[in-house]
């Protein structure tokens, strides 16, 4: 059997059973640029792929998503340390990512977003013509 040894633990979880959460938990992220794709990689471990939500309105991307209790509906819960609830976090993507081929992977608690970079923002060489000038007659 767990034994309970943390008062200020105890504590925190009787305040967040009685007030409830003052606000949905966030994911915690990290995001680089990969080549031709901009990579996001979200911490949301022992959510149900199912709960997930993902959505694109102009240029803010959402991602929700929910995780449950595991104990039943009646159990004597003896320490409940991971957080439940919904969790959330907003994008402000730049115009130069191609929402519209967003890729989405959930594996190991990790939410990987994958996001191209627009063709016309990709970096492209411009060509110098020659020097074919004609002279002004006066």
Same mark, same amino acid.
């Given at each position: 059997? *767990?034994?309970?040894?943390?008062?200020? +633990?105890?504590?925190?979880?009787?305040?967040?059973? %009685?007030?409830?959460?003052? !606000? &949905?938990?966030?994911?915690?992220?990290?995001?680089?640029?990969?080549?031709?794709?901009?990579?996001?990689?979200?911490?949301?471990?022992?959510?149900?792929?199912?709960?997930?939500?993902?959505?694109?309105?102009?240029?803010? *991307?959402?991602v929700r998503a929910e995780? +449950?209790?595991?104990?039943?509906?009646?159990?004597? %819960?003896?320490?409940?340390? !991971? &957080?439940?609830?919904?969790?959330?976090?907003?994008?402000?993507?730049?115009?130069?990512?191609?929402?519209?081929?967003?890729?989405?992977?959930?594996?190991a608690g990790v939410l990987?977003?994958?996001?191209?970079?627009?063709?016309?923002?990709?970096?492209?060489?411009?060509?110098?013509?020659?020097?074919?000038?004609?002279?002004?007659?006066?």
């Amino acid at each position: 059997m *767990l034994m309970r040894t943390d008062p200020f +633990r105890d504590l925190d979880r009787l305040t967040q059973q %009685v007030f409830g959460s003052a !606000r &949905p938990a966030s994911m915690q992220m990290d995001a680089y640029r990969a080549g031709d794709d901009f990579v996001v990689h979200f911490d949301i471990p022992g959510i149900d792929p199912e709960t997930i939500e993902l959505d694109v309105e102009r240029n803010v *991307l959402n991602v929700r998503a929910e995780r +449950r209790s595991p104990a039943p509906e009646g159990a004597d %819960v003896i320490v409940a340390e !991971r &957080p439940t609830g919904t969790f959330t976090r907003q994008l402000f993507l730049g115009d130069t990512l191609d929402t519209e081929r967003i890729d989405a992977s959930y594996d190991a608690g990790v939410l990987t977003l994958r996001i191209p970079v627009a063709e016309q923002a990709k970096p492209r060489r411009i060509q110098i013509t020659g020097g074919d000038r004609k002279e002004l007659v006066g």
